[in-house]
């Protein structure tokens, strides 16, 4: 952390100011000022520099809510997944669930922890040992969490096929994962992420290797599912397409760092961040007319997370960057419209002069 | 699409990035001669008759292409969409012959710009049709860059192979397409790991491009990139379309990027194209009841329409049924469905493959 | 597991992997049948040669070498007690055996052995040896001890008189080619000048008959030597001296010359108790006539019956296989899923012991340790698997399982909690296991292999009867010098169907279970 830390402290008072986290009572899971950075080392000794994967990530998520992360790959919403999961360990910050921080957990609080966090992962046929029955696989976390008696086990397992529709389970029980369909496979990940009885259930592109007509199907199956069980839901994809359908709120995130959040529809209809708007500007629903006009997205590549870009990193590829404060300073998140937040100085308050104001440069 | 959002005051006056004004200008194209768009646009380029591949399995004889039949146009963008298992990568292996070992019966008629290329020698046809005339961008193909070999030279590779041209001159034409899918002229001394996936996505479509094909075969050219990459592509895509007057068969599982290039639809179920439709009316007015269903469970950004789950699975190649294929799962089954129709052709150019579109249905 | 299930059913449809899954079972059966049959005291016994093996001829050929047109003499055994005659008169036995010689062959060997009971002196024996013929010749006679071999084959008297051939074999000799020698010897030649005259001048009736009267010869000898005597003149061999080496020459010839007389033989043994009363003394006889062919197997040069170590070489070369390629390939798997899995420094030290290791040659530190150590085929498993662990294929199995840590299954089982220790065992190893099982059964010839390259090289384990061992045997003793093939083939011949065994159902088991060699 020594390389950055002079840095750091700016960024997290600004954030901080701007959007008051929710009290720590009522969300289920606060995720504060998480950072995870990974070390790159030459040799595997001298230090080159750090991946800022997560690089100041704060929100929170009630009982019940569903939010959906939305972006490109390599945005670093994979390892922040894996952070709130604890398979990292944040480089700051932390992850607090149930009013609780997870590094100041126990080994076995943080064991329980695990049983509380559904995981459904991408992709169904990876996410299933190849070698295991669906009997096997759904008995693994019960056996991992000391459900000892073999009849309780089975009784669980079955309740779980039932719970994501692959009825009856004898005709699953015996199979492997090979011999199920895409959709089927997704089905039995999502048994497996409910089979402990989960609080929470975090999603990463759950169907972005399906077919256009079993996604919906999924898709429904996890809406159902997070309502009917009152489930948090954190809901990973790069497809803003598939989130207005059960997501409540939307992040979108660009190189480590949330640039915007607001409710489904308000940021779908209302896009602020630039970046946002190349996002739903890039995803056209299918019209013939698409064909006929070029869409306007920018260019470039996202920025490397070893050495992002100073001021806003979007600014290398955003068409309105002014020059002299967009290459400088970053900005912190604005409200501009209610319950919508933005991390652009396009949406600084009227009045507000900027830190290093110079609006007249040209992009 | 007119998405222009309520931005910031001081923001608005700037002028929204025209993107591509940032991409290199092109060179007119230099070798007139054997340029791609010589034939008069809305001639005939492609007709493909009852096209069959079938592969031999330890399981059984899978029939991945089943008696397909299509026709394109000159500087058309033809689309084949299909759920995953339908039988369209193996259509383009068909069409470019490259056919793995276990075939166990490959049969059709393929004629390209007058001539049957399906009645050529392998070695006539990999010399006069695979690459110099119909090329092609693999699926993944951005990974299947040699890893030790420059880009520019790989893109060079099928000039110095097919044409027999020297160094310095497939050099120069391998500069003049990586101007055209928008690579800097520099990047033809890197390797494939410093180019990023669109880069490298960039230079597959530069090495399909670079003999100056007639067709080029794009199978899923966009699947493993990001949005913002991906709109990028489709943007080349439609610029050399326009300006080179290249034809393309887009070959794809994602409805919403199809209608980003498509000119014609051929949706392929089972092995089989259910409906051939020009554009227009594929993506507004569905024929095929499968072609409504599959609509219909597209998620769209700016509706607020729910989408609906096809029930069912497609039948297995393995087995497929004596009748109608999609029959199983279509919500307008009748008894006629027990027999397997023939594409039908409709009005406004369309094609369908089912019993409500003979003319007797249509009569009465 | 359905996985395997599925994978073995397919093993149906490579010719290879059912034939070589015949001779693996086809080993299994042969290894068990001797481990159950054939106790290991028994074959022990029987290795260390000795007394336990009198019985066997040596360096015999296996008996079915008769099947290819030949006929060859089988070991025959005559026991007293019930294939001989026994009278007894107060002090004196007479045992007589009898038997019929029928093969074209002679036997490799004849001896008789003795074993009398006695009180306090010993029994005197008489043996006797009668020929279809007529003819008796003295086998010697000696005092009986507890044993006594008499080895008929050794008796110098015999070989003199059969003019240096082998007592066995001018026993079992036609009696015709010596009478006909003597003819030449003794009468043809002195008389030669007057018999030349009447071969050149009379009719041959005159002249038989002549010859006949003068020799007392039979007719059929008298036409013999008129026969003999003319082919000579006809030659042009016409000059006295010249004719009389000629023939002396052929009379040599026909010393030399052994054809056996088919018939009945008799062995006579009259043995003076020198005890009067009844249980006091007892002589026991046992004839063999030792064949040329032996067993299944053929025997070596001390009489040991080949087929014990083929067969106890089964189970030992099995076992060492086995055992060599179950300690191997498991440990290095886990070792290199732990290494994989925990990364970092226990990775490092594991790789880097590996690269050391795969530096130090195999066999050599085997010779070294059986020349200066021990044989003993423990401590060459022990050394075996210590060095196999850490070997070439924990890079393999690295390469296998690096990818498959990463892969999302692992990374659920770490979001639901499972333990180190469960990831490496329950998920990572069995990942591997259908990669790992076909390189498993190819592995197993190739310890079998070392094994037997050890014992021929002279490591082998002293106490167990090996196929190494017999190679290194038949190559200590000239086997194929000699022209004992059979003693150098069967022993390869196993090593060769293990190796074939193994290598055809694993290569096929490779083709089932390694997807990129799966035939479409």
């Known amino acids: 952390m020594s390389a950055e830390s002079q840095t750091l402290p700016t960024d997290t008072a600004q954030v901080e100011t701007q959007v008051p986290p929710r009290t720590e009572g009522e969300a289920l899971l606060h995720a504060r000022q998480l950072h995870t950075w990974f070390e790159l080392r030459r040799w595997g000794i001298v230090r080159i520099g750090y991946v800022r994967a997560v690089d100041g990530v704060e929100f929170s998520l009630a009982r019940g809510e569903s939010v959906a992360f939305v972006g490109e790959s390599g945005c670093g919403k994979s390892s922040l997944i894996r952070t709130l999961l604890g398979l990292h360990k944040p480089t700051e910050g932390d992850v607090i669930f149930e009013g609780r921080k997870l590094s100041e957990r126990s080994r076995q609080e943080r064991h329980e922890y695990r049983a509380k966090v559904g995981y459904v992962q991408q992709d169904p046929y990876g996410a299933l040992p190849p070698f295991m029955s669906v009997r096997q696989i759904l008995a693994e976390p019960l056996i991992v969490h000391g459900v000892r008696d073999r009849a309780e086990r089975e009784r669980r397992i079955r309740a779980a096929l039932e719970e994501v529709r692959l009825s009856p389970p004898e005709e699953f029980l015996h199979k492997f994962p090979h011999m199920l369909s895409g959709g089927q496979q997704q089905r039995v990940v999502i048994a497996r992420a409910l089979i402990l009885k989960p609080e929470m259930i975090v999603a990463d592109e759950p169907v972005s290797m399906l077919d256009a007509s079993v996604r919906i199907e999924i898709l429904n199956l996890l809406r159902n599912i997070q309502r009917s069980h009152n489930l948090a839901l954190v809901f990973i994809t790069h497809d803003l397409s598939t989130v207005r359908y059960f997501a409540k709120r939307i992040f979108v995130m660009y190189a480590g760092k949330f640039v915007e959040e607001a409710p489904v529809d308000e940021l779908i209809d209302h896009p602020q961040h630039p970046y946002t708007q190349a996002l739903l500007t890039a995803l056209p629903d299918p019209d013939p007319e698409n064909a006929h006009r070029d869409t306007e997205v920018p260019g470039g590549e996202p920025p490397s997370l070893l050495n992002p870009p100073s001021g806003c990193r979007f600014h290398p590829r955003c068409p309105h960057a002014m020059q002299g404060l967009c290459d400088v300073e970053e900005p912190p998140l604005f409200e501009p419209r209610p319950q919508h937040h933005s991390a652009c100085w396009l949406q600084r308050p009227e009045g507000e002069q900027p830190p290093k104001a110079d609006p007249g440069a040209t992009p | 699409m007119s998405n222009t959002p309520p931005v ?338 409709l009005p406004d150019n369309r094609k369908a493959r089912c019993w409500l579109f003979t003319e007797e249905a249509q009569s009465t | 597991m359905s996985r395997w299930r599925e994978g073995f059913k397919q093993v149906r449809n490579y010719p290879s992997a059912i034939l070589g899954l015949a001779l693996i079972a086809f080993l299994f059966g042969l290894a068990a049948y001797t481990v159950v049959f054939l106790s290991f005291e028994e074959a022990e016994l029987h290795w260390r ?307 050391v290791n795969i530096i130090l040659p195999l066999l050599p530190i085997l010779v070294m340790i059986g020349t200066l150590y021990s044989t003993s085929i423990w401590l060459m498993l022990g050394v075996v698997i210590l060095l196999g662990i850490f070997s070439a294929s924990i890079k393999m199995y690295r390469a296998m399982l690096l990818p498959i840590r990463e892969s999302p299954y692992i990374e659920a089982a770490r979001a639901y909690g499972a333990g180190n220790f469960r990831i490496v065992f329950r998920y990572m190893i069995p990942r591997v296991l259908p990669v790992l099982i076909p390189s498993f059964v190819t592995l197993i010839p190739t310890y079998v292999f070392l094994e037997a390259s050890l014992a021929v090289l002279g490591l082998g384990d002293p106490t167990l009867p090996t196929w190494g061992k017999l190679l290194h045997d038949a190559q200590e003793h000239g086997a194929l010098e000699f022209g004992h093939y059979y003693w150098v083939l069967a022993p390869t011949v196993m090593l060769m169907l293990t190796g074939l065994g193994f290598a055809m159902f694993g290569f096929a088991l490779d083709r089932i279970f390694n997807p990129r060699l799966r035939r479409i």
């Not at chain 2, 949005?227 to 409805?255: W, Y």
């Not at chain 2, 194209?273 to 409504?292: C, G, L, M, R, W």
Request: hydrophobic share 40%; charged share 25%.
């Open chain 2, 8 to 345: 910031h005051p001081d923001a608005s006056q700037q002028p929204r990035g025209d993107v591509l004004a940032d991409d290199p200008s092109y060179a007119p194209r230099q070798s007139g001669a054997e340029s791609a768009a010589s034939g008069a646009a809305g001639e005939t380029l492609l007709r493909v008759e009852n096209m069959h591949l079938h592969y031999r399995t330890q399981r059984g004889v899978v029939r991945a292409v089943d008696g397909i039949s299509f026709e394109m146009k000159r500087n058309e963008a033809l689309v084949v969409l299909g759920e995953s298992g339908c039988g369209k990568t193996s259509l383009t292996k068909a069409l470019l012959r490259t056919l793995p070992r276990n075939v166990a019966h490959f049969s059709g008629k393929v004629t390209l710009a007058g001539e049957e290329i399906s009645e050529l020698s392998e070695e006539q046809f990999r010399r006069t049709v695979r690459w110099s005339r119909i090329s092609m961008v693999m699926q993944a193909a951005m990974n299947a860059l040699n890893p030790v070999v420059r880009v520019g030279e790989q893109v060079a590779e099928p000039l110095r192979v097919h044409n027999g041209w020297s160094r310095e001159k497939s050099r120069e034409r391998a500069a003049e397409v990586f101007h055209l899918v928008g690579l800097p002229a520099d990047f033809l001394n890197r390797y494939p790991f410093e180019l990023s996936g669109g880069m490298r996505q960039r230079a597959v479509l530069a090495m399909a491009l670079v003999t100056d094909p007639l067709l080029v075969i794009l199978d899923e050219p966009t699947s493993a990139l990001d949005v913002l990459t991906q709109a990028n592509i489709m943007n080349v895509l439609k610029r050399i379309k326009r300006e080179m007057g290249t034809s393309f068969i887009l070959i794809t599982h994602d409805v919403a990027t199809s209608s980003e290039l498509a000119d014609r639809v051929a949706l392929m179920y089972a092995g089989q194209i259910v409906e051939d439709s020009p554009a227009q009316h594929y993506f507004t007015d569905p024929a095929h009841p499968y072609t409504k269903l599959l609509m219909a469970s597209v998620p769209r950004l700016r509706e607020v329409v729910e989408p609906e789950h096809i029930p069912g699975q497609p039948p297995s190649l393995l087995e497929l049924p004596e009748g109608c294929r999609f029959a199983d799962r279509c919500p307008s089954r009748h008894e006629r469905c027990g027999a397997n129709p023939e594409l039908q052709s």
């Open chain 3, 49 to 355: 040669g000795q007394e336990a093996v009198r019985q066997n001829p040596i360096n015999a050929w296996p008996a079915w070498i008769n099947a290819f047109g030949y006929d060859l003499p089988e070991t025959m055994v005559l026991t007293s007690e019930e294939d001989a005659t026994v009278e007894r008169d107060g002090s004196e036995l007479r045992i007589e055996f009898e038997f019929d010689y029928t093969y074209s062959d002679f036997p490799s060997e004849m001896a008789l052995f003795l074993e009398a009971e006695f009180d306090e002196r010993l029994p005197y024996a008489r043996m006797r040896w009668h020929t279809p013929a007529g003819e008796v010749f003295p086998l010697g006679s000696r005092s009986v001890g507890a044993y006594e071999r008499v080895s008929i084959t050794q008796d110098s008297h015999l070989e003199r008189f059969f003019y240096g051939k082998y007592p066995h074999v001018g026993l079992l000799s036609d009696p015709r080619h010596q009478n006909q020698a003597e003819i030449l010897s003794d009468d043809v030649i002195p008389a030669l000048g007057e018999i030349v005259a009447w071969v050149a001048d009379d009719e041959q009736q005159v002249v038989t008959e002549r010859l006949g009267e003068q020799f007392v010869l039979t007719e059929e000898e008298a036409q013999w030597v008129f026969e003999e005597v003319r082919a000579l003149l006809a030659q042009g061999v016409d000059e006295q001296e010249r004719l009389a080496a000629a023939l002396q020459r052929r009379a040599d010839e026909l010393r030399a010359t052994a054809e056996v007389l088919p018939g009945t033989y008799r062995i006579e043994i009259l043995v003076d108790l020198m005890h009067t009363e009844e249980d006091a003394a007892d002589v026991r006889a046992t004839f063999v006539s030792y064949g040329l062919v032996h067993g299944v197997a053929g025997t070596d040069h001390m009489r040991r019956d080949l087929s014990v170590a083929l067969m106890w070489g089964t189970p030992v070369a099995l076992a060492f296989g086995l055992l060599a390629a179950v300690g191997t390939t498991i440990t290095t798997l886990i070792i290199a899923a732990i290494g994989v899995w925990f990364g970092g420094i226990i990775d490092a030290t594991i790789q880097r012991i590996t690269e």
